[in-house]
């Protein structure tokens, strides 16, 4: 479970976000979202990722945010009475509101921010924001010229492979053979969220002041990657319960076999390349 901001202004105006965390999938976001959920100048939306500009800029995305939007809402509800607590009136008629009438344009958008309160930022965590195509991302630059990003990083290969665990077990499926997993780890899908050759130049290109960790710092800096996160964020230092717990980690089992795993060392070799010249040695020897 993710600890989303607990502070909340029914009266809130629509704002834009001030800060995004871009992704990347299995990289971390969740983590952040943990801790920067806990800090009073941050407010994160209770269902955390807002899915706007990959809504209107990546139109495969589509159908499954529209199953987002219909489940986050009632499982906001559903831990509620789990937990025997009542949910705030204006929690319930804020969730109502924003997935009712016309979503996915400019006002919608910020109203999903109304509620934070005047003195935090509001922040949009969304690693599907990370794929964006060129079009995509000079609209987010456009829309939100002052926003500060941070972008998450893991090694290419350990991410694919923990997408891959977590959307075989969303499909509850079990490849049996080795050609089997084979065929899975060549499905492109695996690429999508992990194609740091072509994203990062992106971004870079529109926010160069954007902050981007190595994934396996979380892991053995976890203290030094808030005070990065709040220095870049602007924000007050945090006390933050649960540092060092990691948030939606794959359960064991279900692992490639590594005939599969080599594979997939051979075709995403290439990104390696690619973050070692735009980052460096130092930061590549950082990201797993």
């Not at 969740?30 to 800029?57: D, R, T």
């Not at 990546?58 to 939007?69: D, N, S």
């Not at 359960?251 to 076999?257: E, H, I, Y």
Request: proline share 11%; with cysteine; hydrophobic share 40%.
């Amino acid at each position: 479970m993710i600890t989303i901001s607990p502070a909340f202004d029914p009266d809130g105006p629509p704002r834009k976000p001030g800060a995004l965390c871009i992704g990347a999938q299995k990289a971390g976001t969740s983590w952040l979202a943990q801790m920067l959920g806990q800090h009073p100048q941050v407010w994160i939306p209770p269902f955390k990722e807002v899915q706007y500009f990959n809504h209107l800029h990546i139109p495969e995305h589509r159908r499954w945010i529209a199953w987002h939007y219909r489940n986050k809402p009632q499982e906001i509800r559903n831990r509620h009475a789990a937990r025997k607590v009542d949910l705030p009136p204006e929690l319930d008629q804020y969730l109502t509101a924003v997935t009712s009438g016309k979503m996915f344009h400019n006002q919608w958008y910020k109203r999903v921010f109304a509620p934070a309160p005047a003195h935090a930022i509001p922040m949009d965590f969304t690693p599907e924001y990370s794929g964006l195509p060129e079009d995509g991302v000079q609209a987010v630059r456009d829309f939100l010229p002052k926003a500060r990003v941070i972008y998450l990083i893991r090694h290419p290969v350990d991410r694919a492979i923990s997408q891959l665990r977590m959307n075989l077990r969303r499909e509850k499926r079990m490849p049996e053979t080795v050609d089997d997993w084979l065929a899975e780890v060549s499905n492109p899908v695996l690429d999508e969220r992990g194609d740091y050759a072509a994203y990062l130049p992106r971004w870079q290109a529109r926010y160069p002041d954007m902050l981007v960790i190595p994934f396996g710092l979380i892991g053995t800096q976890p203290a030094a990657v808030m005070d990065a996160v709040e220095a870049h964020l602007g924000i007050g230092p945090g006390l933050y319960s649960n540092l060092t717990q990691k948030v939606f980690a794959n359960p064991a089992g279900l692992m490639p076999p590594p005939e599969a795993v080599t594979a997939l060392e051979a075709r995403l070799a290439p990104q390696i390349d690619a973050l070692r010249d735009m980052l460096g040695q130092d930061f590549v020897d950082q990201i797993r």
